[in-house]
Protein backbone atom coordinates (compact mmCIF):
# COMPACT_ATOMS: atom_id res chain seq x y z
CA UNK A 1 0.00 0.00 0.00
CA UNK A 2 1.21 3.69 -0.61
CA UNK A 3 1.90 6.36 2.24
CA UNK A 4 -0.47 8.57 0.46
CA UNK A 5 -3.98 9.93 1.57
CA UNK A 6 -6.70 10.34 -1.88
CA UNK A 7 -7.65 13.82 -1.83
CA UNK A 8 -10.84 12.62 -1.09
CA UNK A 9 -12.28 9.73 0.80
CA UNK A 10 -15.83 8.98 2.01
CA UNK A 11 -17.23 6.51 4.69
CA UNK A 12 -20.13 4.86 2.73
CA UNK A 13 -19.89 2.04 0.50
CA UNK A 14 -22.62 3.46 -2.23
CA UNK A 15 -20.08 6.33 -3.01
CA UNK A 16 -17.26 6.60 -5.72
CA UNK A 17 -15.00 7.80 -3.30
CA UNK A 18 -15.47 4.73 -0.55
CA UNK A 19 -11.85 2.70 -0.19
CA UNK A 20 -12.04 -0.26 2.12
CA UNK A 21 -8.13 -1.07 2.33
CA UNK A 22 -7.62 2.75 3.62
CA UNK A 23 -10.36 2.52 6.11
CA UNK A 24 -9.64 -0.73 7.38
CA UNK A 25 -5.88 0.64 7.71
CA UNK A 26 -7.16 3.78 10.46
CA UNK A 27 -7.62 7.38 8.63
CA UNK A 28 -8.11 10.80 11.36
CA UNK A 29 -8.75 13.50 10.22
CA UNK A 30 -7.29 17.17 11.52
CA UNK A 31 -10.06 19.63 10.63
CA UNK A 32 -8.67 23.54 11.45
CA UNK A 33 -6.13 21.84 13.76
CA UNK A 34 -8.79 19.68 15.83
CA UNK A 35 -9.33 16.00 15.58
CA UNK A 36 -12.30 14.97 14.24
CA UNK A 37 -14.14 11.29 15.20
CA UNK A 38 -17.47 11.92 13.11
CA UNK A 39 -16.05 12.71 9.94
CA UNK A 40 -18.22 10.44 6.88
CA UNK A 41 -16.18 12.19 3.97
CA UNK A 42 -13.45 14.82 3.42
CA UNK A 43 -12.07 16.71 0.35
CA UNK A 44 -8.64 18.55 1.36
CA UNK A 45 -8.27 20.21 -2.39
CA UNK A 46 -11.96 22.25 -1.79
CA UNK A 47 -11.05 21.92 2.11
CA UNK A 48 -14.70 20.87 3.47
CA UNK A 49 -15.43 18.27 5.06
CA UNK A 50 -19.37 16.30 5.99
CA UNK A 51 -20.28 15.50 9.38
CA UNK A 52 -23.22 14.09 10.81
CA UNK A 53 -25.54 16.39 12.21
CA UNK A 54 -26.89 14.88 15.34
CA UNK A 55 -29.44 11.99 15.30
CA UNK A 56 -31.49 13.20 12.69
CA UNK A 57 -32.38 10.57 9.46
CA UNK A 58 -33.13 11.44 5.89
CA UNK A 59 -36.11 9.70 4.59
CA UNK A 60 -33.69 6.71 3.25
CA UNK A 61 -32.51 6.13 6.93
CA UNK A 62 -29.13 7.51 6.76
CA UNK A 63 -27.60 10.12 8.98
CA UNK A 64 -28.38 13.51 8.06
CA UNK A 65 -24.64 15.22 7.40
CA UNK A 66 -23.49 18.75 6.86
CA UNK A 67 -20.80 20.29 5.09
CA UNK A 68 -18.04 22.78 7.13
CA UNK A 69 -15.49 24.51 5.25
CA UNK A 70 -11.94 24.68 6.47
CA UNK A 71 -8.58 23.29 6.75
CA UNK A 72 -8.61 19.46 6.35
CA UNK A 73 -5.36 17.10 7.04
CA UNK A 74 -5.80 13.50 7.09
CA UNK A 75 -3.43 11.14 8.60
CA UNK A 76 -2.81 7.39 9.35
CA UNK A 77 -3.98 6.32 12.65
CA UNK A 78 -2.22 3.30 13.21
CA UNK A 79 1.51 4.81 12.02
Known sequence: MTDTLPDRLCNDPRSPYYDADLLERGIGIRF???????????????????????????RRGQPMTMKIKGTVEPFFRND
Open 32 to 58: NGVERTNVEEYCVSEGWVRVIAGKALD
